[in-house]
């Protein structure tokens, strides 16, 4: 089964920029449709990015032009640059994966498209 880590988070001034990773165990990344998100206190978590077994990546119009995924495919890890962070970027960020990829196609940013999660990292961004 994968297992999916989140890492690179912390506090960062606004305007500033934060790379958050995603190490995947068990598995290899390749085989996943991939996504990240995000859940604010009080919020529903909210898709910015994912990416299907073919590459083809889709963004949030939040995020779209700040936050950039990428993978290194040696280290089995992904990553999110974020760039231009905003106060209202604050938030626990976590990396997700789904095998079949049955909703993810359809629904790339959709929470329930996605059936692994990652326990998250923490991005607060002060004004």
């Known amino acids: 089964q994968v297992e999916l880590v989140e890492s690179g988070g912390g506090s960062v001034q606004a305007g500033g920029s934060l790379r958050v990773s995603c190490k995947v165990s068990?598995?290899?990344?390749?085989?996943?449709?991939m996504g990240w998100f995000r859940q604010a206190p009080g919020k529903e978590r909210e898709g910015l990015a994912s990416?299907?077994?073919?590459?083809?990546?889709t963004y949030a119009d939040t995020v779209k032009g700040r936050f950039t995924g990428s993978q290194d495919i040696a280290k089995n890890t992904l990553y999110l640059q974020m760039n231009s962070l905003k106060p209202e970027d604050t938030a626990m960020y976590y990396c997700?994966?789904?095998?079949?990829?049955?909703?993810?196609?359809?629904?790339?940013?959709?929470?329930?498209?996605?059936?692994?999660w990652g326990q998250g990292t923490q991005v607060t961004v002060s004004s």
């Open positions: 997700a994966a789904d095998r079949w990829c049955v909703l993810a196609r359809q629904y790339p940013l959709l929470p329930r498209s996605f059936a692994y």
């Open positions: 068990g598995d290899t990344p390749s085989r996943y449709c």
């Open positions: 990416v299907d077994k073919d590459g083809t990546t």
